[in-house]
């Protein structure tokens, strides 16, 4: 999640006009107007704390987690 957020904080800044960015930093106010909460995210887990959760990382749970992490990231101030 942390990654993920940290990525496309990256990405954000880097696909915008550099004419922009003062209007993007003003969005940041805090930790969390760029990195998602953790509540209800897993922490890092073993391989087999992993494979017991997921299965592997092609599974329809694994995918969700994913697409969580990502709609938590798409409502942070920054990519509001």
Known sequence: ???????????????????????????????????????????????DAFVARFENVESPKYFAQLAEIEARIDALALHR
């Open 1 to 47: 999640a942390a990654n993920n957020s940290g990525i496309r904080m990256s990405n954000r800044f880097m696909s915008a006009h550099r004419g922009q960015w003062p209007h993007l930093i003003r969005r940041i106010k805090t930790e969390q107007d760029v990195i998602v909460a953790f509540d209800g995210i897993p922490p890092i887990m073993s391989k």
